[in-house]
């Protein structure tokens, strides 16, 4: 397949997979459920942050924790201390528990309160570095300056590490990216679509090498710049709107 077929392929299969029906069997479709911009980036960061698994079963954990914050995650974490914070202390998603959710809604208030929200935290690191992973890296060292155990930490990709950090890349897409089909948000402006990463999972990094887009065997950071660079020669200043197409074709099994 020449570079124009493997375009044209592309681009049909993101046409066919980025539309309002792929958000309901998806783990954007849990900030899809609110309107104010504050609840749509703690329903969506929570969501994208335990979205490895069953797609069904993210879906199920990301609602208990939508109800543990009584449906209204800024007013939630706006006043969570002290006992407001026990009930989530029930919450189980795999490796994800109460006490890093606990730990994560104390750290999301910080970053309300003293930081100026989470798109200030992401664009700030954006422009220090004028790289997303620089913008990735920001986060993480903000986020941690909640007191916090050790262990939860694994819950926040260090990119620094070469990680692949394919939910706070899921997460910036779903908030940067704004893509006229009524998925994607397109909230925040400070951040270039097109220097956007590709969200790199199983599905996506299979795809991209059976079709050539992908030689490094690792998924991890690596990889996920080679991919991008490799979509960006497609469309430039948006090249993860290829994930529907690479995400799409993975998990519906479709034969290319």
């Excluded at 980036?41 to 924790?65: D, H, Q, V």
């Excluded at 992973?133 to 939860?152: D, I, M, N, W, Y």
């Excluded at 992908?214 to 994930?243: A, I």
Aim: without cysteine.
């Amino acid at each position: 397949m020449n570079k124009r077929e493997l375009k044209v392929l592309l681009d049909q299969l993101a046409e066919h997979y980025n539309r309002k029906e792929f958000i309901a069997e998806d783990p954007i479709s849990i900030p899809h459920r609110f309107t104010k911009k504050e609840d749509i980036e703690i329903a969506g960061f929570l969501a994208a942050t335990i979205a490895w698994g069953n797609r069904r079963s993210i879906i199920r954990s990301a609602e208990k924790m939508m109800q543990l914050m009584d449906n209204s995650p800024f007013e939630f974490i706006s006043r969570a201390e002290g006992s407001h914070l026990k009930p989530l202390l029930s919450f189980v998603h795999r490796t994800f528990n109460g006490s890093d959710l606990t730990f994560f809604i104390a750290s999301l208030r910080n970053i309300y309160l003293n930081h100026g929200g989470m798109q200030t935290v992401f664009e700030t690191g954006f422009h220090k570095s004028n790289k997303v992973a620089g913008s990735l890296a920001h986060f993480r060292e903000v986020f941690l300056l909640t007191p916090h155990e050790k262990r939860s930490e694994k819950h926040i990709s260090d990119v620094s590490g070469n990680a692949a950090a394919k939910r706070l890349n899921m997460f910036l897409r779903w908030m940067v990216r704004k893509d006229h089909k009524g998925v994607d948000f397109g909230l925040w402006t400070g951040i270039p679509a097109g220097e956007l990463l590709i969200p790199l999972d199983i599905h996506t990094a299979t795809v991209a090498r059976k079709l050539g887009l992908l030689t490094r065997k690792q998924n991890d950071m690596k990889s996920v710049l080679e991919l991008t660079g490799k979509l960006k020669q497609f469309r430039p200043d948006d090249p993860v709107y290829y994930d529907y197409a690479l995400f799409g074709a993975g998990v519906s099994g479709l034969r290319l």
